[in-house]
Structures are given as structure tokens and as C-alpha cells.
């Protein structure tokens, strides 16, 4: 069992009622959902290793005062069920 299986199970619940979330509303969700939260590179990681979300995009934007280009994240069509 790895140790982000919560991070992970949570970041599955959060995209599927948002439908799609960028990385910093995906890692503002956890930090605020879990006392331990999680750090940018646990999520940024849990988002690419993990083949239950996909990446659709990316947006530049502000972020925290300065100006990022973020991924948009969303579940992987394999795994969303009808």
C-alpha cells in the first residue's frame, strides 16, 4: 500500500464532482481537506503516476501573485463509468 492512497483516493473524489481541476486547486483541496496535507511534488506526482487521471491541458495564469502555466487535470476516460 503506498503512502498517498488517501491523497490519491481523495484526488479521484474531488476531480469526479469537478469534472476537471488544475494542479493548484487539486493541491489547495488536500491541503485543506487533511491536517498532514501534501506537499506540490506529492501531488504533482500522484496526478502523472497514477493512470486513473489524465492530463487535457494546461492554463497560464495567476497563481499566488506570480504568473504559472499549470496542468488541467481530469479522470481518465477508462475509469469514469456512466
Known amino acids: 500500500m503506498s503512502k498517498t492512497s488517501r491523497l490519491r483516493n481523495e484526488v479521484e473524489t474531488y476531480l469526479n464532482e469537478n469534472n ?3 494542479t493548484v486547486e487539486i493541491f489547495d483541496h488536500l491541503n485543506t481537506r487533511f491536517k498532514w496535507g501534501a506537499t506540490m511534488n506529492q501531488v504533482g506526482n500522484i496526478l502523472a503516476k497514477d493512470n486513473r487521471f489524465e492530463k487535457i491541458g494546461h492554463v497560464r495564469g495567476q497563481f499566488r501573485g506570480s504568473t504559472y502555466t ?13
Open 70 to 82: 499549470v496542468c488541467i487535470w481530469s479522470l481518465s476516460a477508462q475509469i469514469v463509468t456512466v
Open 20 to 22: 476537471s481541476a488544475n
